[in-house]
């Protein structure tokens, strides 16, 4: 692993962004070095010591900084061997905002996807579905269920349940859901999701290769045509492990006004 002292006192002497206490402009020093690209995830950050003389603080300023550094997750301390630049996130970023489908997400990350198939096909609907779908009697529910992957890595547990108007041979969706409702002009426009957190009993935490009683995020999905329709109630298990969801706000109307 690199020694970043080169890069880090490239600028001799060291000049520390201004404001605030000393252990706070060391902090945000080291951030930027990190940001610039002057020191990247796996180096090895100069000792205490070291760094404390060349920055001309004092070594219990380091440590805090350090330690600040450590909680956020940007730096990471290893027993024995020193302190390093944390290695990127391995976390997936989904948008809250933007009605996706799995596919297109991964693919946006240049990412590989595929599904184990757990089920597919025609069943009388349940109670919840009926109402969720707006069924009549008689009617029929299209189920699918799919343990997606990206490469070997289990993501999410997907069960759709659509009507069979919809979805009338489950069996024909090659990969992608979405993809095969657009070709019959059945792709939603619009969603409604209700995200809570969770913790994973043994099958799903069995098929997404975590412990039993590991965090999960569970995701109910109800997606519309712009006529209004009801197209899919899906059930989504993704693990907490991967996922960050992510979500843009605005100053509301009513706060602007206020706020001028
Ligand atoms: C997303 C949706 C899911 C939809 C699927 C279609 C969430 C939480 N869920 O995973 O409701 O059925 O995409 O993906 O985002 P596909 O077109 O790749 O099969």
Redesign the pocket.
Known sequence: MADISNKLFASDPVVLPKGGPLYLQLKRWIEEAIERGAVKPGDALPSERDLALKVDVSRVTVRKAVQHLVRAGVLVQRHGSGTFVAPHSQRVE?SLSQL??????MARRGMS?RAIWLDRGLYPPSPEETVALGLSGGDLVARIARL?LSGDIPL?I?R?SLSSRLLPDPEAIE?????HLERSNHRPVRAI?RIRAASLGAADAGLLGVAEGAASLN?E?I?YLESGRVV?F?R?I?RGDTYDFVAELRIGAASETRAK
């Open positions: 989904q996706t489908s799995f596919t297109e997400d996807v997606r999410a997907e759709a990969s992608s859901l979405y993809a999701q995701i999905r997606s899919e899906t989504s993704y």
